[in-house]
């Protein structure tokens, strides 16, 4: 089985579907969302159009929820996510709403357990190594351990409690197994490594390969759509550098 993984779309139509127009050449057999479909960006109502038909999972994040209204407070979020957050809310349709209550921070499926942040905190801890890998990797017991949220990608190894690996960018190529493995696919609407493309996760269990993918999307023209919005400008200016 081969599946690809994103996270962390944040409302960006053009990542989203520069990435859906590379998964769909590779031909995989699932598409896994690890949450965050929404914030941020101006396109919410789209994104989740799109992830609601195209996904065979999909998980919350804590943007998903602050759009709610759910579980978390706007004052837990940077000044621009929070107003990010207001707006979201007030333009997200019936459709979307729907289809976000459904969505839960973590799911533990036969061949990878999923988790939005963490499996200690799965709306909120951010995973990037060290304790917080270790804390995760204790919490689960499936060979793989997807999670997003930092909007980093990386991958993780655990062999014989010997933890290794770190940031993985486009074009690391990480064999599953001998071991187990956490990975981080990166985010697709807003990347923060650095690398301004939009990030997925292809992970073929049959060759027992994860490949950390990067794809050149218009940002231009989703900058654009950010400042007509009225959003926050940092957010649009953010998109350039991958920051
Ligand atoms: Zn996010």
Known sequence: MRVAVISDIHANGHALQTVLGAIAREGVDELWCLGDTVGY???PNECCAIVRDAVHVCLAGNHDLLALGLEVLEGDFNPDAGASGTWTKAELDELSVD???TLKPEAHLERAELFHASARD????YVLGGESAIATLDLTEAPLVLVG???VPFAIVLVDDELSGS???AGTEIELGPGRLLCNPGSVGQPRDGDARAAW????FAAGLASFRRETYD????QEEIRDAGLPLSLAARLGHGV
């Open 41 to 43: 960006g101006a396109r």
């Open 99 to 101: 289809f976000l209550r």
């Open 122 to 125: 799965p709306v909120w801890e």
């Open 149 to 151: 949220h930092s909007h």
């Open 167 to 169: 940031h993985a960018p």
């Open 201 to 204: 996760l292809l992970v073929d």
């Open 219 to 222: 940002i231009q023209a989703t």
